[in-house]
């Protein structure tokens, strides 16, 4: 075959997946060559009660997806995108200590006190520009200081690092994943060095010795030396890993396929969770924006991806998950979205962002619960459980594109949905109604384009920045386009009051 092949290293929440794509006329071909499912994991055996990424699984996986990929023909650079925040602990051999303990693990609460305790929140936001999410890899650092692993610890890798680390036995920090610990400057797109004192004086946690050298996407770490799998360029050499943008939101937002309009866009990644937010040249830490607890993550190419995490499809995926275990029942995507296109419209309105519905577990006892406090009545069959949470979606979509506007001054002409949630139609439409804004949905691949992308240009398939590489996207793809109705202001306007400024109810 003739154009340029590169391999992505694509982990979601809910799977894993490597895929070819290969670069010819100035067009993107994507397969995928495997899949393999991903999910937090309890492990209750003693000393670690607690969830954690089942990483060697995830290896396997991607062992066999390289392998795959080798086979169908030759690869010029591999890419790894995964989940922020994360990390593995290596020993002074460069040994994993343990499963990477998993965002959702309830651990941090203590760490996320004692912290505030020294720093309030509104100090950390004027160094980090970091929203407060009791995940954030500075909290779970502090809450594995005490940890006897931590002891042992010489280096901590963030989850594509560690997977670039086992592939090439280089180590690295990609920052746009960087900027997910809030420990990065976004100004200066380097460590902090109040937030390392922070972290080192107070909790005595060896940083900066544990954190590697921060790179930027693009950025050739290294070629893969594995002894038992071997992926070869055309010209027989070992394939180069080069670091994307690995945080897969930074990814996903360099496949927006919307050349030329920085700035103009609003985005939705659309996955496990929902990151929704602009691109802007510079960080925005005003007070104001501390307090709608935005962030400022890093972006290729010096951008700044100023945006708020929401639930996203967690919800949805953990009540498929609830009624598959209690009676079987298997409902599809396209099932559960014709499900909740027939059940009636703003029945149930609830805030998805709520913390009760991080953890994992059964979700309906818990969308009663929120209902109840909140003076909303309670969804009675499972089409209205799903439009609640697809509803509730649309409302706070609404709420973060319009803050993210008045917040950073920008002007938006669409809202671009990318990764698996832009095949919901029903949650594009609403979208579109709730923001007043026309959806463009796709590519469903986005994460994996933008990650394919930048290891293109590393290898010198494309020439030029964001706009080129997101013109190979917009070539490469076609999207779908929801339009707002007629008259839809005043309807979502009272639905973002019902949800976020709710009339005081009934004691539950
Ligand atoms: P992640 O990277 O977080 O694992 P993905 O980008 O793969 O997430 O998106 C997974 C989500 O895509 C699912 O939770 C589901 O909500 C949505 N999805 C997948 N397939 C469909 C479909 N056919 N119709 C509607 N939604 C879908
Ligand atoms: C989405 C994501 C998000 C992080 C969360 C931990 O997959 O990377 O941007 O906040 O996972």
Redesign the pocket.
């Known amino acids: 075959m003739s154009g340029c092949t590169v391999a992505a290293i694509d982990l ?4 894993g997946r490597v895929l070819r794509g290969t670069l010819d006329g100035g067009r993107l071909a994507v397969e995928e060559c495997s899949r393999f499912p991903n999910g937090v994991a309890f492990v209750r055996t003693a000393g670690q009660p607690d969830l954690v990424w089942d990483v060697l699984s995830l290896w396997r996986g991607i062992r066999e997806g390289l392998a795959e990929a080798s086979r169908r023909g030759p690869v010029e650079a591999i890419g790894i995108d995964t989940w922020g925040v994360d990390y593995g602990l290596l020993d002074a051999d460069g040994r994993l200590i343990g499963n990477p303990a998993a965002y959702r693990s309830p651990r941090t609460a203590d760490a996320v006190v004692r912290v505030h305790g020294l720093m309030p929140q509104s100090e950390l936001y004027g160094f980090n520009g970091a929203q407060h999410q009791a995940f954030n890899t500075l909290f779970q650092l502090v809450a594995d200081r005490s940890a006897a692993q931590a002891g042992l610890a010489r280096s901590a890798l963030l989850i594509p690092d560690l997977i670039a680390y086992w592939l090439t036995g280089r180590r690295v920090c990609e920052v746009t994943n960087a900027s997910t610990t809030g420990l990065i400057d976004p100004a200066t797109r380097d460590w902090s060095p109040e937030l390392l004192d922070l972290l080192n004086g107070s909790f005595g946690v060896p940083v900066p010795d544990l954190l590697a050298e921060l790179v930027e996407p693009g950025t050739v770490i290294g070629p893969m030396d594995l002894p038992d799998i071997s992926v070869r360029t055309s010209e027989n050499r070992s394939t180069p890993v080069v670091a994307v943008a690995t945080h ?1 939101t930074a990814s996903a937002v360099v496949g927006v396929p919307a050349p030329g309009r920085s700035g103009r866009f609003g985005f939705v990644s ?4 929902s990151l929704v937010g602009v691109e802007l040249d510079h960080p925005v830490k005003t007070d104001a924006s501390a307090a709608a607890n935005f962030t400022n993550e890093l972006g290729a190419d010096g951008t700044v991806r100023y945006l708020k995490n929401i639930m996203g ?1 967690w919800m ?2 953990e009540t498929l998950r609830q009624w598959r275990e209690e009676d079987g029942t298997e409902i599809s ?2 099932q559960a ?1 014709r499900m909740a296109a027939s059940a009636p419209s703003m029945r149930t309105l609830i805030d998805v962002n709520d913390e009760i519905f991080v953890a994992p577990g059964p979700m309906t006892e818990r969308i009663d619960l929120w209902a109840l406090r909140h003076g909303e009545p309670l969804p009675q069959d499972r089409p209205q459980y799903l439009r609640a949470l697809i509803e509730s979606l649309a409302v706070a979509y609404r709420r973060a594109l319009r803050e993210a506007r008045e917040l950073s001054g920008a002007s938006l002409e669409t809202v671009n949905i990318v ?3 832009g ?2 139609e029903l949650l594009c439409r609403l979208t579109a109604d709730a923001t007043g804004l026309p959806v463009v949905a796709g590519p469903v691949e986005g ?1 994996s384009m933008g990650n394919m992308v930048v290891a293109l240009r590393a290898v010198g398939a494309i020439d030029g920045g964001l706009d080129e590489m997101r013109q190979v996207v917009a070539d490469s793809t076609s999207t779908t386009r929801y339009e707002p109705g007629p008259d839809q202001e005043s309807i979502w306007e009272a639905a973002e009051a019902r949800v976020f400024s709710p009339a005081p109810a009934a004691t539950a």
Do not use: E, F, K, V
């Open positions: 979601g929440a809910s799977s897969d659309s996955g496990t969770w499809m949805l995926q995507w396209p979205c990764g698996g949630g095949q919901n994460t």
